[in-house]
């Protein structure tokens, strides 16, 4: 078995190239090959040695996950299921905006927390993803929307750790593909368009800090103890005034200077003015002058199996006008993708579940527009 080279970020590569006898600089030239031009054929890359090239066929490999299918929505969103093996599937979803692109990227196949409302936490733990499965998502989805779309620019300017699994749950993989996401010779991505979404690993967030300070988001969606070991059993462990204080300290370090709290709006359950209410006071006891953040409302995405409903859209209103008029920052995501379920939390990476999907794929595929443009920043 030879190695994946997305496995590595750019010091990885470096010891490898070292390893085959080659010169630590030899390692930027096939870093860019890869992750810049899309290359996964060592003898595209002219200006490498015959005898490197030859060398890298016998030791190593760049390979992409396989695609199980592709689902493009009317709004332009594009979801992969991907196959990682073992009857397992993971998720990437491509959501552009007028002024960026993003991607949501898995970090593992199911997810151990189990948190209510996810599709994905239903479904539970099967297994970590390596550090050349989440890359292969991003590698492959750029390099895939730069030929469709007939541009050499960049055309996914923001990642969000927002896909299937708890990515401070599998700490090891993340880093090096956070490293490849920011590296100026791999995606060159700035810190602030790299999104880490955490349920509240603790420990892990002031690890991340040190070792990888990228943008912060934090899934609350309770502002009591009670409610949210309830919703996100991961707060048994790590609660909300611990949990609180590490985005204190987070900040510290933080490319932003405010965390993202994640809130799904669960109709009767997390979504009463009272609830809003304690969250203005849980902000306003954190920190110097209350804790720096902004609230992102995400509409509930159902799924049959959690017994929930969505918060009738009235009530998502009045709850992000006490927080505003707290003068808490908070915005009310839109749901993007919905028509193939590619919006949040309905990743499932079930192969079984995707016939209906397929079949209303089939309807649309005469309608495919995609609205994508290129993004540069
Ligand atoms: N495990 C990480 C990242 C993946 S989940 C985390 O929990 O943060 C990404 C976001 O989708 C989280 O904020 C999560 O709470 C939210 N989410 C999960 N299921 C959802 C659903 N059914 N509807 C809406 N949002 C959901
Ligand atoms: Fe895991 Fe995040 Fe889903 Fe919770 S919301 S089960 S942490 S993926």
């Known amino acids: 078995m030879t190695a994946n080279l997305l496995e590595f970020d750019l010091e990885g590569l470096a010891v490898f190239c070292e390893g085959l006898g080659e010169k630590r600089f030899r390692a930027t030239q096939l870093f860019r090959w890869i992750h810049q031009r899309g290359a996964s054929d ?157 349920s509240g690993v603790v420990p892990m967030i002031d690890r991340l800090a040190q070792d990888c300070p990228v943008a912060l988001a934090v899934s609350l969606h309770a502002p009591n103890d009670a409610l949210r070991d309830s919703l996100v059993p991961l707060n048994r462990k790590y609660p909300i005034d611990e949990l609180l204080q590490a985005c204190e300290r987070y900040l510290a370090h933080a490319p932003r200077d405010f965390i993202t709290f994640e809130y799904c709006m669960l109709d009767g359950v997390n979504d009463q003015p009272e609830h809003a209410r304690q969250l203005i006071e849980l902000v306003q006891r954190h920190g110097r002058q209350g804790l720096r953040c902004k609230f992102n409302l995400i509409p509930f995405n159902p799924f049959p199996a959690s017994g929930l409903l969505r918060s009738p859209q009235a009530r998502v209103q009045a709850f992000a006008k006490i927080l505003l008029d707290a003068g808490i920052v908070t915005t009310v995501r839109k749901t993007r993708g919905d028509d193939i379920d590619a919006a949040c939390g309905q990743l499932a990476g079930d192969v079984k579940d995707r016939t209906r999907v397929q079949e209303r794929m089939a309807q649309q595929r005469s309608a495919e527009i995609i609205r994508i443009r290129p993004v540069s920043n």
Request: aromatic letters at 8%.
């Open 42 to 198: 060592f003898d595209q890359m002219s200006d490498l040695a015959k005898s490197l090239r030859e060398k890298l066929k016998s030791t190593a490999h760049i390979a992409a996950l396989p695609v199980v299918s592709q689902h493009i929505s009317q709004d332009g969103t594009i979801k992969w299921l991907f196959d990682v093996g073992d009857g397992n599937a993971v998720e990437s979803v491509f959501i552009p905006e007028d002024d960026r692109g993003t991607l949501c990227v898995s970090s593992q196949a199911g997810c151990a927390v189990g948190c209510r409302f996810c599709s994905t936490g239903h479904q539970g733990f099967s297994r970590n993803l390596g550090t050349a499965e989440i890359l292969a998502q991003l590698w492959f989805a750029e390099h895939f929307l730069r030929r469709h779309l007939q541009t050499d620019e960049r055309v996914i300017s923001n990642v969000v750790m927002m896909g299937m699994g708890e990515p401070l749950q599998n700490y090891t993989a993340l880093i090096p593909a956070l490293k490849v996401m920011l590296d100026d010779h791999g995606y060159g991505l700035s810190r602030r368009r790299v999104t880490v979404s955490t």
